[in-house]
């Protein structure tokens, strides 16, 4: 399980390699998604919080990138952090998720993106619940959830 010093190490020298890659052009990616989905993951915009069903559902499943269908988290890590976005404690591999230093805004966050296609996916925070102490806040247009 990653900790907040493990993301840290990752911003500072580098994510390891995703299991694959998924590299297409903007026009293409613009092509092949809804509006409001292309502007979260391809131009790094945030939801409004609670504009989604998704942050109260907690029934079994996955959730994927929208972009390239890459699992990313399970519910069992999900949880209620009240932010208005689906949070989980936890990715669902370790090599599925990159980290960037984000400064913009003037805050100081750490992005998180899809490591298989770079779509962005939200920003982690260490506020979340043990074991991992972490809160991945992730925008709900940015993941498409699978039964199991």
Same mark, same amino acid.
């Given at each position: 399980?990653?900790?907040l $010093?493990?993301?840290?190490?990752?911003?500072?020298?580098?994510?390891?390699?995703?299991?694959?890659? +998924?590299?297409?052009?903007?026009?293409e #990616?613009?092509?092949? @998604?809804?509006?409001? +989905?292309?502007?979260?993951?391809?131009?790094? $915009? =945030?939801?409004?919080?609670?504009?989604?069903?998704?942050?109260?559902?907690?029934?079994?499943?996955?959730?994927?990138?929208?972009?390239?269908?890459?699992? @990313?988290?399970?519910?069992?890590?999900?949880? &209620?952090?009240? =932010?208005? #976005?689906? !949070?989980?404690?936890?990715?669902?591999?370790? &090599? +599925?998720v990159?980290?960037?230093?984000?400064? !913009?805004?003037?805050?100081?966050?750490?992005?998180?993106?899809?490591? +298989?296609?770079?779509?962005?996916?939200?920003?982690?925070?260490?506020?979340?619940?043990?074991?991992?102490?972490?809160?991945?806040?992730?925008?709900?247009?940015?993941?498409?959830?699978v039964?199991?």
């Amino acid at each position: 399980m990653l900790t907040l $010093a493990d993301i840290n190490l990752r911003i500072r020298r580098g994510n390891p390699p995703p299991p694959r890659r +998924v590299v297409r052009s903007e026009a293409e #990616w613009q092509a092949l @998604l809804p509006p409001d +989905v292309f502007r979260i993951t391809r131009r790094s $915009a =945030t939801e409004r919080p609670f504009s989604s069903e998704m942050c109260g559902v907690f029934t079994p499943g996955r959730y994927h990138c929208a972009c390239c269908d890459t699992l @990313l988290f399970d519910a069992q890590n999900k949880f &209620d952090s009240g =932010t208005g #976005w689906p !949070s989980f404690s936890s990715p669902a591999s370790p &090599d +599925v998720v990159a980290y960037h230093g984000d400064d !913009s805004y003037g805050m100081v966050r750490i992005e998180t993106t899809c490591a +298989v296609c770079d779509a962005h996916l939200g920003h982690v925070f260490p506020d979340g619940p043990p074991p991992s102490g972490l809160r991945y806040c992730i925008n709900a247009l940015a993941l498409r959830k699978v039964k199991e």
